[in-house]
Structures are given as structure tokens and as C-alpha cells.
């Protein structure tokens, strides 16, 4: 079953329903998990809650260590998910137990699915290139028109355009996006990075090529 509402995280109405009802899972994005610090998640009592999931972006690494370190005090297990909408929309998951100790990592691919990484052009680190995803969940292709509906299946694999390093564990960790590298008196610059370090001192900015 699910449970519908229009209220939001914030609103003690939500959790008074999902109390009633006996929510066993919770699913959220990282800003919902923002929020949830915010409203004093850690000592609310849900005794039925089971699974918490997160995707639909990255969440902070020692925010995903919180947030596991409080499941193991409730008795709930933290699934870390890595997806995009071609892939209907689940590539990759953090078993639970991993979440502690690889709290970076987007864990391994899910079953059926898999993983290889292509190089990058100037890129000689070992085990490090863009990932990319086979499995059966790979959308039919992109249509341009309404011809294109009649193709049928046209790929099957999707070029996620992240940049992941594999672990000696086997793990995948994904380090930035190929679109936001650049090259500046011939250093690799991350820009994410710059603008999470800009952050980190409290400046808001938008780094570009």
C-alpha cells in the first residue's frame, strides 16, 4: 500500500499519518533529508518504519553516515540509490551495512544490471573513466518524432557522462561529471569541488568553462 498526502515533511500531520498507518518504508531526495535534520528526525518514534531510501542526487557523505548511524539506533536500514530516468530510474544501490563505512560510494550495480568505465581522454589514472550502464532497464532510446516511436529498442547501454573510480572492493564511487572538468594551465579542475569549497566558507557560486 501507499499513503498519499499533500503535506510535507515539515508538518506534523505527515507523521501523525504515517504513525496511524504503520509506514514501513520512507523515500526522499537529499534536500527531504535537509529537512529531516531540521525537524529533529533522530528522536521521532516509528516503530513500523523499516526502510529509508534516498536518490534523485547526491547526499553528503557524512550526512549518509548520520542518518545510518540513526537507523542502526531504530532499527531501520539505509538504502543509498544512484538512477537516472533511462535507466527506469535505478542503476546502482549502497547495501546498508556499507553505508558507514563507504559513505561516498554508490555501492554496486542492481541485479541484472552492470557497470564497465570507458576511458578519458587524458585521464591515466587506473580504475577511473565514465561509467557506464548495461542492463535491461535502459529506455528504448530518445524519439525526435513520432516516427521514432516505432523503432523499437535502440540502445542498450547508457553513457552516464559521471566520472567513477572502482574500489578494490568493488564498489563505485563517482567522482564528478565529465562536463564539469576542466582544463586550466594544464590541471584537472573540478568545478564541483570548487563551488563545494566555496560553500564550505559560506560563498554561493556557479563555477563554468
Known amino acids: 500500500g501507499l499513503i498519499l498526502t499533500e503535506r510535507s515533511v515539515v508538518d506534523d500531520e505527515f507523521w501523525a499519518l504515517f504513525r496511524r498507518h504503520g509506514g514501513t518504508a520512507f523515500a526522499g531526495v537529499p534536500y527531504t533529508f535537509e529537512l529531516l535534520e531540521r525537524i529533529g528526525f533522530d528522536d521521532f518514534e516509528l516503530p513500523d518504519l523499516r526502510y529509508v531510501t534516498q536518490a534523485g542526487g547526491r547526499l553528503a557523505p557524512e550526512r549518509v553516515r548520520s542518518f545510518a548511524r540513526l537507523g542502526q539506533r531504530r532499527d531501520w536500514k539505509l538504502f543509498v540509490m544512484y538512477g537516472a ?4 530510474a535505478r542503476m546502482a544501490y549502497l547495501p546498508p551495512d556499507l553505508a558507514h563505512s563507504h559513505p561516498a560510494s554508490i555501492g554496486r550495480p542492481i541485479p541484472g544490471g552492470s557497470f564497465t568505465l570507458e576511458p578519458i581522454d587524458g585521464w591515466s589514472e587506473p580504475d577511473v573513466g565514465e561509467l557506464v550502464y548495461r542492463g535491461s532497464n535502459v ?5 525526435h518524432s513520432a516516427a521514432d516511436l516505432s523503432l523499437g529498442k535502440t540502445v542498450d547501454t547508457l553513457h552516464t557522462g559521471d566520472i567513477a573510480r572502482r574500489t578494490h572492493d568493488g564498489l563505485f564511487e563517482v567522482i564528478g561529471r565529465s562536463s564539469r572538468f576542466v582544463k ?4 584537472r579542475i573540478d568545478l564541483q569541488r570548487v563551488e563545494a569549497a566555496l ?3 559560506g560563498v554561493t557560486a556557479f563555477c563554468t568553462d
Do not use: P
Open 139 to 143: 529506455m528504448m532510446g530518445y524519439a
Open 184 to 187: 586550466v594551465y594544464g590541471l
Open 85 to 88: 530516468t533511462e535507466a527506469t
Open 199 to 201: 560553500s564550505a566558507d
